[in-house]
């Protein structure tokens, strides 16, 4: 899809209100805390079984309403069982939906496990709100999966996704058949993020008998930020404050009006080491 079609879709307030969102749904794990903007009010937290051997209850994001949205917003990878459901990378079938192809295990367990309360707990409140679906790294594909779930089950049939430096999801046919029913959905990535580009695109045999494949989901909106590090070219604080360079008046309110609601980009600036250009050694 070209880059106008993107840009029909692609809404800045949005892209970072839901950026925030995430960086709260991160911090209500590490923290135990959740601020929400003005207007906005706690529905319901989600939780999940995240791991492979030993799986244990984690908080992955929220539910959050305000008098004309809904949010949910998935969290991103933050511990080590979280580490362990990123590699559990075989396939299964979507299970919420027949034909729809295959998906990674590890994220579509995590979902599983939560799926049906986190349905109940939706279809409580009004169809007539639009519907915000937001993930970060590992919540992307939580996103992505909840996403094609609710849009067929339930009465919110047009939801707006946006994902921020999401691994690929499923495979070819998941994505294919996703990108028909969810038209409304916005995959953020920088190009300098390693995180996007997993799982590789293909595991060949012996991998597995026949092998796996990987596609993304529709639509990519390229950023680019390159701050010399793996984890700070990953930062959702640092996706934030790109986006934000996009509508910096409207980024500039929120923060201003919901204190520590905003994440802190002060990671986000460019290293220069010893040996730069700048250095005075």
Do not use: W
């Amino acid at each position: 899809m070209d880059i106008s079609c993107v840009e029909d879709i692609f809404n800045s307030e949005d892209a970072i209100l839901l950026a925030a969102m995430c960086h709260q749904a991160n911090l209500l794990f590490e923290e135990e805390e959740l601020i929400l903007p003005k207007g906005f009010k706690l529905r319901y937290i989600i939780r999940a079984l995240a791991g492979v051997e030993d799986p244990v209850v984690e908080v992955f994001g929220f539910i959050a309403e305000s008098r004309d949205e809904i949010v949910i917003a998935f969290r991103g990878t933050d511990s080590f069982r979280d580490n362990e459901s990123d590699q559990d990378l075989y396939q299964v079938p979507y299970p919420f939906v027949r034909n729809m192809g295959k998906t990674h295990r590890g994220f579509t367990c995590i979902y599983q496990s939560t799926r049906d309360e986190l349905i109940r707990k939706l279809i409580k409140l009004s169809i007539t709100k639009r519907l915000l679906i937001a993930g970060y790294s590992l919540g992307g594909p939580l996103a992505v999966l909840a996403a094609l779930d609710i849009a067929v089950n339930t009465g919110f049939k047009n939801p707006i996704v946006y994902t921020y430096g999401s691994p690929r999801t499923g495979d070819p046919d998941f994505a294919s058949q996703f990108n028909q029913v969810v038209k409304n959905s916005i995959r953020i990535f920088n190009v300098h993020d390693v995180i996007p580009t997993l799982p590789a695109q293909a595991y060949p045999p012996p991998f597995t008998e026949e092998g796996l494949c990987y596609r993304h989901v529709n639509i990519k909106y390229p950023l680019s930020f390159q701050l010399n590090s793996l984890a700070r070219n990953h930062y959702i604080s640092c996706y934030f404050n790109t986006l934000s360079q996009k509508n910096p008046d409207f980024s500039r309110v929120l923060c201003c009006e919901n204190p520590r609601f905003c994440p802190d980009t002060g990671l986000c600036i460019p290293f220069k080491g010893i040996c730069s250009e700048n250095s005075s050694i």
